[in-house]
């Protein structure tokens, strides 16, 4: 006769048909919602092809009566126009498309390929890195930030604890960057570095939070022409945050209003600053101070509705819809949350970093709320928790994530590979490394570290 299987062996195998049968009904869930989501993306698109046609059909029925319209009549207009032929000539160059026109967003990867694609390949898509060097920064004291310009892919910021933002401009060749000028940011009461840096939407313009504490300036701005005509940056009078260190600032991408940004800090407090009619007046909004029960590391606007993320120390995810005024999503993660970043080609696709070693990235899907697809990292030497001065950055492609290291290393992940640990690793620097960003047209990959330089990597 055949044995029995052992008890144990037998309440195994039903743990694990169980816990395939649940993870099997959560895979139905998501798709009957991508279903519906999509289904409701197909009706809008139709909608707006359906006002295409309409408009076509009237510009071919206005061709069809111009060319039944009496030779005479036509010259008649002609010579009615002629008058104004200069000034609606001037108009029309103005209003054509040339070299300096700012060109229209390509169209961005499909969506649903995007998000399908996490997680699953077992081939990594490997850069070639063929030039690194190293230029010093001008900095006195080690950096802290480094964004580049939204509208000048040629120019990025850098800032350090010497409370300097300092301006460089990428050369030919992309192994160096030319040195700019700089601006003095330290806060004039307490003296305080930038916390964090962003550039305006305009890319004329720079912003910088500091501290709450001692009632010191919170936020500081300046323009680029400045630069070599002011030694100091301008303090916005406006003061939102109670206490402590403000850890990010943020411009939103919603159009159609005036430019408005986000800061997040120690004091728990998400807020929206709004820019008014005149240059330099901001108008404060708090979205919420009791969302967090620790300090906010993080927080970024949705692109297709005004909602803004949150993540803090606490471990908690937020998501706040600013029209109903309450949180839309929130859920808790098992490690304290350092920064998140949405995809830059993907609405729906966002990071969340996390002091967990080996386990530092996880990405997830705005519809799904909190079931991650993916987690990755890297092993540090030692087993400390992830500083939160170590960012990480998208590709303009968004198909790759580097992150900075507690090592001399910049890491690059594949968000298709199905590993967890790094697609490849740069040995960038002599010291760790803060930041790796990716420029916008250009192979080119820049880094600062606390070794006080500036890291220029092209790779093919």
Known sequence: MESKKPMCEEEADEETLLSLIDKRKKNVKRCNEKILYYTAQLKCETSELDKLKAQLEAVQSRKQLAKSVPNSLLKKR???????????????????????????????????????????????????????NLISSQHKRKLRCLELCPTDDTVFATSGLDGAVNLWEVQE??????????????????????????????????????????????????????????????????????????????????????????????DHAVVLWKEGENEGRWSQELLHRNQHSSSVMAAFGLQHKEAVLSVGADKRVVLFDLAAGRNEIKFQLNSKCLNALPSPCNSNLYL???????????????????EELHVFGWEQETNESQSALINSSWSPDGWHISSGSNNPLIHIFDIRHSGKRPSQSLKAHTNRVFKAAWHSSLPLLISISSDLHIGMHSYK
């Open 352 to 370: 969340v970093q996390l002091g967990s070693p080996g386990q530092q990235l996880h990405l997830f899907d705005i519809r799904e709320k909190p």
């Open 78 to 132: 002609k010579l009615e126009s002629s008058s104004t032929s200069t000034g609606s000539s001037s108009m029309e160059s103005q209003s054509s498309p040339g070299r300096n026109e700012t060109k229209s967003e390509p169209i961005k990867d499909n969506e649903i390929d995007m998000v399908e694609s996490v997680g699953t390949s077992t081939k990594v898509a490997i850069l070639n890195f063929n030039s690194t």
């Open 173 to 266: 060749k992309l192994t160096s960057a030319k040195f700019m000028g700089s601006m003095d940011c330290l806060s004039p009461n307490k003296r305080r570095w930038p916390e964090d840096i962003a550039w305006h939407p305009d890319g004329r313009r720079m912003f910088a939070v500091h501290s709450a504490d001692g009632d010191d300036s919170q936020v500081s701005s300046f323009s680029l022409r400045h630069l070599g005509h002011q030694k100091e940056a301008f303090f916005l009078e406006e003061k939102a945050h109670q206490k402590g260190i403000i850890n990010r600032i943020n411009f939103m991408p919603w159009k159609g209003q005036r430019p408005c940004f986000v800061t997040c800090g120690c």
